[in-house]
């Protein structure tokens, strides 16, 4: 085990002040050290590792060590918000000095996802008057600023979306300034009901596609699938991206249904994240990313089960229990159930067909099931549904595609966090060709570059590379592409901030027992994010490096 001393802590707290923020000669120095050390002192008697006895020397003082550290994160929640810079300056030293104290890689993967937790929560702690608690009070306050023109970013079983009203021109003008998104790229609109007046007033289709659109509505909705049919000349071109196609969703999020409830207009929202960065599924990555936006953000994280028992807006009593079971386990990790965004279709009556834009958790098997029952109705059965077709856009990524302005999330680079990503390839010994040819250059990744890589995996496919590596996690280690979709994102935004990283090598999901197996109807989807988040750029990677 490490030893770690009061003594030398301090010395290189010392040391890493000074190369952080500079001598006391130099200029904001020393107010940067006076403003630091309360936190260091606050910090230092919480660790037993500290004592100088002859006890603490025994085994057992890492150990002892990391307990401290957790107890200085329960601490630096406790901080106010005058000073978060210094406070995140404070949970980085943390890592700095297990760098430079300690020798076990396991310990220092300890201490680097503590400090991510740690810093994870100063960005939430220092944005928190953008807060708006899941309360009827909450929810009636941002349904108002919607009616308003303003934006208010919420939860969905998918991601955080970042909602405007969608008949609000100048409101949905505000959404793209915000994130930085292009015009090109329309918006998806949330509506309460698929056959409210709301929903009716966005859409003008034919007789056959209306049928078809009811039957995947009671199919699926509300649920993640948006639906993409011709406008209405009600809705404005900012949402549509002047196609005069719009897409409509019915979220399944209980915290979604009430503010759209509440604000009692339909409610154009993308992922509300800054553009062409990983997908928010936690309130902390949406303030991360937009807080210095002042965009007030509906509480994910808000204690749910406390939200159920006072019933919430539009939440029937008898069903309260049942959400309260759910909403309780989904608190323990996730506020988005699926992790990744809504499987986009286009209903195309003059084709005959169905067009799947973007993958997620309805499979096309799911698609097709309602095309086949259709054709047994009687009612319907004057069309004959047996000339539709489902299709899917080509799984090889593109840079430019002929219908990418007609759903989102069409982009080769997508999802994508600030570091360069690669899907790995795992090459057969003495393979030196035979790369997945996808969007970009393919290489082999060196074993020298595995020691600055983080390595997010899947069921255990690179696992033989995690003591080569700088950190690890596995995306699922029994093989779940939904348990993997709801970490997808989530691991991406923690991979970015780590120190010393360069590279993120993801596993992928692409074979045959995941995307045609048990786990199609989000598998596909998955492997869509992974392939966006690497911009299609696929690295041959051997198991055999010595």
């Known amino acids: 085990m490490t030893y770690i001393c009061m003594k030398s802590l301090y010395k290189c707290f010392n040391r890493k002040l000074v190369y952080t923020f500079g001598s006391r000669r130099t200029r904001g120095g020393a107010e940067a050290r006076k403003d630091f050390f309360p936190y260091a002192q606050r910090f230092f008697p919480l660790c037993p590792a500290y004592e100088t006895s002859t006890k603490s020397r025994k085994s057992g003082r890492s150990e002892r060590f990391l307990k401290g550290l957790d107890e200085a994160h329960c601490i630096t929640g406790e901080f106010d918000n005058e000073n978060i810079l210094a406070q995140t300056h404070f949970v980085r030293m943390l890592l700095s000095v297990s760098s430079y104290l300690t020798t076990k890689m396991v310990l220092r993967r300890q201490m680097q996802r503590l400090v991510y937790t740690a810093e ?13 608690d899941p309360t009827p009070e909450g ?15 919420f939860p969905t079983e998918t991601v955080y979306g970042l909602g405007a009203d969608a008949f609000n021109d100048v409101a949905v003008r505000s959404v793209f300034t915000a994130k930085d998104r292009p015009w090109t790229d329309p918006l998806i609109v949330h509506v309460l009901h698929g056959d409210s007046e709301d929903t009716r007033s966005l859409v003008d289709m034919s007789p056959t596609e209306t049928i078809l659109f009811n039957s995947l509505a009671d199919k699926f909705w509300p649920g993640p699938l948006t639906m993409i049919v011709p406008a209405s000349k009600k809705v404005p071109s900012s949402v549509t991206a002047g196609t005069s196609k719009v897409g409509i ?52 994280e808000f204690n749910l089960a406390s939200y159920v028992n006072m019933g919430g807006i539009g939440i029937e009593e008898e069903e309260q229990q049942q959400q309260q079971q759910q909403q309780q386990q989904q608190q323990q990790h996730f506020s988005c159930e699926h992790g990744i965004e809504s499987t986009v279709v286009e209903i195309d009556g003059s084709q005959s067909k ?13 698609l097709r099931s309602v095309l086949k029952s259709l054709s047994y109705q009687a009612e319907t059965q004057s069309i004959d549904w047996r000339e539709w077709e489902v299709c899917t856009l080509s799984r090889k990524l ?33 393979e030196n060709s035979g790369l997945l040819e996808s969007g970009g250059a393919t290489s082999t990744f060196e074993q020298t570059e595995l020691a600055r890589t983080i390595i997010l995996d899947f ?55 995941y995307i045609n197996g048990e786990n199609d109807s989000i598998a596909n989807g998955l492997q869509d994010r ?13 198991l055999g490096y010595e």
């Open 120 to 132: 994870t929560s100063a960005v939430a702690a220092a944005h928190e008057h953008l807060l708006i």
């Open 139 to 153: 929810f009636q306050k941002a349904g108002e600023m919607l009616r308003r023109g303003e934006l208010v970013a």
């Open 249 to 300: 969703r019915v979220p399944a999020h209980h915290m979604a249904r009430s503010l759209l409830d509440a604000a009692q207009c339909p409610v154009a929202a993308p992922s509300a994240n800054r553009f062409g960065h990983v997908s928010p599924t936690q309130c902390s990555h949406v303030l991360s990313d937009l807080g210095d936006k002042n965009v007030s953000v509906l509480n994910g």
């Open 354 to 366: 169905l067009t799947i834009f973007r993958h997620g958790a309805v499979a096309a098997t799911q």
């Open 398 to 430: 593109s840079l430019s595609g002929s219908k990418g302005d007609v759903s989102p999330g069409q982009g080769i680079t997508h999802y994508a966090p600030s570091l360069p990503c690669y899907a790995a390839q795992v090459l057969l010994e003495n």
């Open 459 to 513: 069921h255990g496919k690179l696992c033989s590379l995690r003591s080569k590596a700088l950190d690890y996690k596995d995306l699922s280690k029994t093989g779940s592409c939904k348990e993997a979709a709801k970490r997808i994102f989530d691991y991406l935004r923690w991979a970015e901030l780590q120190e010393g990283a360069h590279h993120v090598l993801i596993a992928q999901v692409e074979d045959e027992n």
């Open 530 to 542: 992974i392939l966006r988040a690497c911009s299609a750029q696929v690295r041959g990677v051997s």
